[in-house]
């Protein structure tokens, strides 16, 4: 099929809901198909050149190194009307976000491209891809702050056009979302239709139907994955999300994370900030830096071309099974907040700063030199118990920092934040110390200011106070599960690369791929479900949307798991779990050939791929070698063996800034990272007899877990996961109204439910009276209960009644009489 042809069928596609009835071609049908690839390969005739870009167009990079630094300033979101500054956006009211190509300046002014062509307004802009909030587009996109306990209501228009797949290639042959289901055909060339969005709020605690799912993408001519999901009244190119906020305050951000393409898609700029307010954070006394003196800053390195675009290399290092898919991206220019190498002007006072890294691969061990440290006050997943001064903040893909940085004894004085962390990471090549070793530059005024703001190095400095401290699933101090935490699963899951002749093939969770299937005979492989003598099934088949894909961790609402990860590839892993906020219990390095040797010994042997393997050797994307649900000698499930009698020292317990709680936690190699979950609402006593979401977890097709390197996700490292709703006690309500009433005179009644959010509900009376036109919702409020009023206009007697109904369905109701006079 000709360039021309692709792009035709993908206009003239007909709008209506699809099904992803993707087939995964296996190795041995690639290589048949090699032939197909040649024209591919014909353009790529430097295989494992990652310096030259890209196939549908000529680019030539632009050097990092020769980009100004340090000329503008940070664009900066926060209170309207500050110098450089655009407005949040409030999420208490509904909010619609168009993804839509924007050019904007990305690169330093004054950066000379080429000749006469000198960066600035109106030249030198980057094509990218923004999420335009309320009218302001721009990449990142504008935060929003939304409050705990009021929903936020957002509806995504995907107006995106494939303007900028000629340069950031798509890899039919990873499994993806294939919104013109090619895959049947093995396209070894790029994709040029129309483009999968799905937007993922990273971090928060929501029902799995918004959570923003691989499969629940949706194009602009209406296209969909077989998990779309939307409120109704979104258009065929849109849909319409409600984000509960039940959480507590914290650093959310949301991104896309559309199948096998979310690498490209976050790094053409769909990423953005989403914090939660709530009454924890506005209690730490004195106040925290707010105001101007609160910036986010999302990290990011990117490669430019010669023209001022996005340069992303696309020479697979296996060709002819991914011609275009590179296991990990690293760019030559630090971007922060979408500009290169900018400066911020500070003032001799204390900031507060939410960190994220928003970038592909790369981890960055962040450094202000040896007079100022970075007081910690905010992991993943909300505000530490107490500040914690670190030297050095680590933070890998996916995750978030809030620190506070104190500049009152620099006034004058000039800083750079730098970086030293290896990539990849943690035996990598060191980072330039002109490029990618220095991030954003910090210019202190001379000018001495007041700052009554809260003092992390002051002695007893407390972020929360008892009874609002952390709810503990682990003693961060001796990295052992805390007193009444009792796990009712253990699971031992292992990082597995597998090996192509050239490099990397694919990532993979517990030696699993996404579906579940092995890898084998065409057209579908055999499904990983095996049933043991004692009636042990291995994976679950799940259907959704007509889709069959198998799941191995199925978890019950309510209850705590350890998870143990066993990192058996040479590179550290960002892992990162939807739906909740977790706990790292501890970490401890193991003998990986001590431990290869029992993993490797337990895999069966046979055809596999087109391969015969013996007995005793493994076997890429088999998964576990043993069944999954029968537990190893120290009682852990996922098919592993035991990785104790590989153990090597002592468990170390987390770092003090990482002692908080985590959604994603980096998983070094050859150690055994353990974390503790639970499934239940991160802010809920150990001992809270009611231990479920105010929604129903479970729905769609769940939520997922994966590696936060997006080009490793966007390869396999990513399987779904699913939480079995607990019994829920059915919500109450209680009516309140006077026992009488006046004709014409109005009435008020109130209705006081026993929880919200996650409950609607209504109000139905009869009686005498015509004005009834019922019911009339209201939303149950704990805090502020609802009131309704009526005015009768006829005398007699009224029946009132109240219903709330939860999520899972569940109602509860009360009735009220009152006689009018
Ligand atoms: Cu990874």
């Known amino acids: 099929m000709k360039e021309d042809e692709i792009i035709e069928s993908g206009l003239t596609n007909s709008v209506e ?128 702050e939304a409050t705990k306990g009021t929903p936020t209501q957002v509806t995504y228009v995907n107006n995106l056009t494939p303007d900028l797949y000629k340069y950031l290639t798509v890899d039919q ?110 209690a730490v006394s004195p106040p925290l ?43 030559d220019a630090i971007v922060v907040n979408g500009k290169t190498w900018p400066f911020l002007a500070v003032q001799p006072r204390r900031y507060r700063f939410r960190f994220v890294n928003g970038s592909n691969a790369r981890f960055y061990l962040f450094d202000l030199g040896p007079k100022l440290v970075f007081w910690q006050i905010g992991t993943d997943g909300g ?62 005024s001379p000018t001495l200011v007041t700052d009554g703001s809260f003092n992390p190095a002051a002695a007893g400095a407390t972020l929360r106070s008892l009874p609002n401290q952390i709810v503990r699933l682990v003693n961060p101090l001796t990295g052992t599960l805390a007193l009444n935490v009792t796990p009712t699963k253990k699971r031992q899951m292992t990082l597995n690369e597998v090996m192509g002749p050239l490099g990397p093939l694919e990532v993979i969770l517990n030696n699993t791929r996404w579906t579940g299937l092995w890898p084998g005979t065409a057209p579908m492989s055999p499904p990983r479900v095996r049933t043991l003598p004692g009636g042990i099934t291995d994976f679950s088949p799940f259907t959704v949307g007509g889709v069959t894909t198998y799941y191995s961790e199925i978890v019950q609402e309510g209850t705590t798991e350890v998870w143990e990860i066993i990192n058996l590839t040479r590179d550290a892993h960002p892992i990162h779990l939807h739906l909740v906020q977790f706990q790292l219990l501890n970490r401890q390095p193991f003998n990986k050939t001590q431990y290869l040797a029992a993993y490797n010994a337990l895999f069966p042997g046979g055809t596999f791929d087109g391969v015969l393997y013996a007995p005793g050797a493994y076997i890429p994307a088999y998964g576990p070698p043993s069944n999954y649900n029968v537990a190893n000698t120290g009682g852990y499930v996922g098919g592993n063996p035991d990785v104790l009698p590989a153990l090597q020292g002592t468990a170390v317990p987390p770092n003090p800034n990482e002692a908080g709680w985590k959604d994603t936690v980096v998983a070094y190699p050859r150690e055994v990272t353990r974390i503790a979950v639970r499934f239940a609402p991160l802010d809920k006593p150990i001992t809270d007899p009611n231990l479920y979401y105010p929604f129903n977890p479970n729905g769609g097709h769940g939520y997922v877990w994966h590696c936060h390197i997006i080009d490793h996700e966007d390869n396999e490292m990513m399987r779904p996961y699913s939480v079995t709703p607990a019994t829920v006690a059915a919500p109450t309500v209680v ?87």
């Open 173 to 282: 042959t990873l499994h993806w979302a294939d919104p013109l289901m090619n895959m049947q055909n093995m396209p070894m060339a790029p994709y040029q239709g129309p483009v999968p969005v799905v937007t993922h709020l990273h971090g928060g605690e929501v029902p799995p139907q918004v959570d923003g799912g691989p499969d629940a993408w949706w194009t602009p001519n209406g296209l969909q994955g077989h998990a779309y999901f939307s409120e109704p009244g979104a258009a065929l190119n849109a849909a319409k999300y409600i984000y509960p906020n039940v959480q507590e305050s914290t650093t959310l951000f949301f991104h896309d994370h559309a199948l096998g393409v979310t690498r490209l898609n976050v790094f053409a700029g769909l990423v953005g900030f989403y914090f939660i307010r709530d009454a924890l954070e506005t």
């Open 735 to 821: 009516i309140t109204a006077p026992a009488t009433g006046t004709v014409n005179t109005a009435i008020t009644l109130t209705v006081t439910p026993n929880y919200a959010p996650g409950l609607t509900g209504n109000i139905v009376w009869s009686g005498a009276d015509p004005i009834t036109g019922l019911p009339i919702s209201f939303v149950p409020d704990i805090i502020n209960p609802d009131t309704v009023a009526f005015t009768p206009v006829n005398a007699g007697t009224y029946t009132i009644t109240a219903t709330v109904k939860d999520s899972r369905g569940n109602t509860g109701s009360s009735t009220a009489t009152i006689i009018v006079a």
């Open 17 to 144: 809901v699809r099904k992803n009835h993707f087939v995964r071609m296996d190795r041995r049908t690639f290589l048949k198909m090699a032939g197909v690839a040649a024209a591919a390969i014909a353009l790529n005739p430097k295989l494992v050149d990652t310096a030259t870009a890209s196939t549908l167009v000529p680019q030539v990079p632009f050097p990092g190194k020769n980009i100004l630094q340090y000329i503008d300033a940070l664009p900066v979101f926060g209170p309207a009307g500050g110098l450089n500054q655009i407005p949040r956006v409030n999420g208490n009211n509904p909010i619609t976000v168009t993804l839509k190509p924007f050019s904007q300046q990305v690169l330093s002014t004054g950066t000379i491209l080429a000749p006469g062509v000198i960066v600035g307004p109106a030249v030198g802009l980057t094509n990218v891809w923004a999420y335009d909030l309320n009218g302001i587009a721009n990449y990142p996109t504008v935060t929003i």
């Open 289 to 331: 830096p707010a105001g101007p003196n609160e910036i986010e800053m999302a990290i990011q390195d990117r490669v430019f071309d010669t023209a001022g675009q996005w340069f992303f290399p696309d020479l697979g290092l296996n060709p002819t099974v991914h011609p275009f898919w590179i296991p990990e991206f690293f760019g």
């Open 383 to 444: 505000l530490l118990d107490a500040p914690v001064a670190v030297n050095q903040l680590l933070l890998a893909p996916g995750e978030r920092a809030d620190v506070i940085i104190d500049f009152t004894a620099f006034a004058g004085k000039t800083i750079i934040m730098t970086n030293s962390a290896k990539a990849p990471f943690p035996a990598g090549k060191n980072p330039d110390p002109k490029t990618t070793g220095q991030i954003i530059q910090f210019r202190v």
